[in-house]
């Protein structure tokens, strides 16, 4: 049986895939970057294994993960994992690396990731051969939820957010400027703190300013990061709820820069599984 994942930095989309229907199970997100070991196996034995059922014929996971940027973040979730799959071999990767599987299987192109964060990468069909950094949400992450969270923070904040959203955002949600300050600069998770008022602009996503918003996103993102790999030959590929939900705009942002649309879909995990079924069948 081969167990894989799909983590974002807000929940996990689990497949247990078997001779049958593959199991589904689905718990709170796991970044190595701000979750050590214990924290890690305490998701998986609370939350993953009620889930699962009978799991005792792991024989391989492959782990993909927000996070994981090198050999020892890799090792550190892969010790995690066989701590309580012990006799599973592992492989701990990128989310864009999932992402390039699920969105492009055994062809090139190019793969995108706009959802709590924001990643590209060109894949030439068997591995990533160049992406460019996303830079997190403070450098990068263009397009986003968090960063999309953050400019209407900012704008909030500055005053520069019409009234009628401005007294919606403070009706919803109860924030004022030191909340702000203590949930972005002193609170752990920020970005998801930030991504958490997508869903906000996502139910105002027909207003001027949310419009006018995500058009700039969209481009800084295409400009700042897909304009970098061979757009005129390969298709653009997109994956997460920032592309799902706002795919028409996205399309025609995309046809605007003179590039390629390709798939989008909102979750990558129907793709993997499929991917690695056919990998199994291969073996």
């Not at 795919?247 to 820069?257: H, I, K, S, Y």
Request: charged share 20%.
């Amino acid at each position: 049986m081969i167990l894989i994942a799909d983590s974002g930095s807000t929940g996990v989309d689990w497949r247990l895939i078997g001779e049958g229907t593959p199991v589904s199970a689905t718990t709170q997100g796991i970044n190595p970057v701000f979750m050590d070991r214990d924290a890690i196996i305490r998701v998986l034995r609370e939350e993953l294994l009620p889930q699962l059922g009978d799991h005792q014929n792991v024989a391989r996971i492959c782990f993909y993960g927000a996070g994981i940027v090198s050999e020892e973040v890799s090792s550190r979730v892969c010790d995690a994992l066989q701590e309580v799959f012990p006799d599973a071999t592992c492989e701990a990767a990128s989310d864009l690396l999932a992402a390039a599987r699920a969105l492009c299987g055994t062809k090139p192109g190019i793969a995108c990731i706009l959802g709590t964060g924001s990643n590209s990468c060109f894949y030439d069909g068997v591995q990533i051969v160049s992406n460019v950094r996303a830079g997190g949400f403070i450098l990068g992450d263009e397009a986003s939820g968090a960063w999309l969270g953050k400019q209407l923070l900012s704008d909030y904040v500055k005053g520069l957010l019409p009234q009628n959203l401005t007294d919606e955002l403070a009706r919803r949600f109860g924030i004022d400027y030191p909340t702000i300050v203590q949930k972005v600069y002193r609170e752990p998770l920020p970005s998801r703190y930030l991504a958490s008022f997508a869903p906000f602009i996502e139910e105002h996503g027909n207003h001027p300013y949310i419009k006018n918003l995500l058009r700039n996103g969209f481009d800084a993102f295409l400009l700042r990061n897909v304009a970098q790999y061979d757009y005129r030959r390969y298709p653009v590929h997109f994956t997460g709820s920032v592309a799902w939900h706002f795919r028409e705009l996205l399309g025609r942002c995309l046809t605007a820069a003179g590039m390629r649309q390709g798939t989008i879909v909102q979750r990558p995990i129907e793709a993997l599984t499929e991917y690695h079924r056919h990998e199994q069948l291969s073996l």
